[in-house]
């Protein structure tokens, strides 16, 4: 396939970096189309940063290459129509969230459309205030708008709600999400599996460098098509020996394969339980599932 070819958002073969004895990235390859959210999991430490920051090409790799639809990474126009958000936050203290916008919107040369991402992200009350002084969260959200202001056709984000109270993360999900819906190309990396659960599409789980799990979201659940049923017992009793249930606080719960099957004969043996939920497993336990039968 020739790079001219490759509208991929990103398209990275056999990404590698290292840093004196540290090998920080080893042979990764990645693939996000448009219209698709990337989420980049894994612990402090396994690359994630690096990696991002590679496919932006603000760091050269050691080995492999990257293309941002087509053009190869860092280049002016891969730059052009991409946004980002950096894990630590830098902003120039004496300009205001209003000013640094507007200037970014200029220097992509799309219309402004700085109302939408105040509301957004919740800059009213700082828009027109000197970033000098700034808290965490409040820099964070100018940061988060500043990802989206060129109307970009691919956004980069590395830990993008770090320090965002819930209202702001729900914000910043919301956008993403319908950014994607419109056919925009999504990255991100975060701590808060919830998150890359509520934005992702695919994820890619790194650990010392390496991909060890990838996929996309759908076909994993479809895969480990498991749902945590749990349920209140009155007064002290405990489920029969067949459900293989356990307790958690006041409630019992257990996962499950066939979740109808076994309501049938909780109904059947006439148990007296109450408030039953149905869900399904939650990304770190379906992860988890994954690998101990991928290592098994
Ligand atoms: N500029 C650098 N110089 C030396 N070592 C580096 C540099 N950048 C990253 N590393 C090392 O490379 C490894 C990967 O770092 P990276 O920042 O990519 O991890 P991460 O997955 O983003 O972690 P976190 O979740 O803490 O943000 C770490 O061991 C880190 O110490
Ligand atoms: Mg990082």
């Known amino acids: 396939m020739s790079i001219e070819k490759n509208n991929n958002a990103i398209c990275a073969t056999g990404l590698s970096k290292r840093f004196g004895k540290v090998q920080a990235v080893s042979n990764i390859d990645l693939t996000v189309a448009p219209g698709e959210a990337v989420g980049l999991l894994g612990p402090n430490g396994a690359g994630k940063s690096t ?23 860092g280049s002016v126009a891969a730059r052009a129509i991409c946004g980002a958000t950096p894990q ?34 919740r800059l009213e009350k700082l828009i027109d205030r000197r970033v ?23 956004v980069f984000l590395d830990e993008p709600t770090t320090g965002l109270d819930a209202a702001s993360q729900e914000g910043f999900q919301e956008t993403a999400r319908a950014y994607v819906a419109q056919g925009g190309a999504l990255i991100l990396t ?22 060890v799990l990838t996929g996309r979201m759908d076909s994993m659940r479809a895969r480990a098509n498991i749902n945590r049923m749990t349920f209140g017992m009155p007064d002290g009793a405990v489920p029969p020996e067949w459900m293989q249930a356990h307790h958690d606080g006041q409630l019992w ?22 408030g039953l939920t149905l869900e399904p497993l939650k990304l770190k336990d379906l992860i988890d599932r994954i690998r101990q039968e991928e290592t098994s």
């Open 132 to 154: 000098a002084g700034f808290s965490g969260g409040e820099l964070r959200r100018v940061a988060l708008a500043l990802a989206f202001v060129g109307d970009p056709k691919l």
């Open 190 to 211: 975060s701590h808060h599996w919830d998150e890359i659960e509520a934005v992702c599409d695919t994820i890619a789980l790194i650990d010392h460098g390496q991909t």
């Open 88 to 121: 630590s936050t830098d902003l120039p203290d004496q300009l205001s969230p209003r000013e640094i916008l507007s200037y970014t919107a200029m220097r992509y040369g799309t219309p402004l459309m700085i109302d939408q991402l105040v509301s957004r992200f």
């Open 253 to 274: 719960f257990l996962e499950t394969a066939d979740s109808d099957a076994v309501l049938r004969r909780m109904v059947e043996d006439a148990l007296p339980f109450q």
């Open 51 to 73: 990696t991002l920051s590679m496919l932006m090409g603000l760091q050269r790799p050691d080995a492999g290459q990257t293309t941002i639809f087509g053009h190869p990474a």
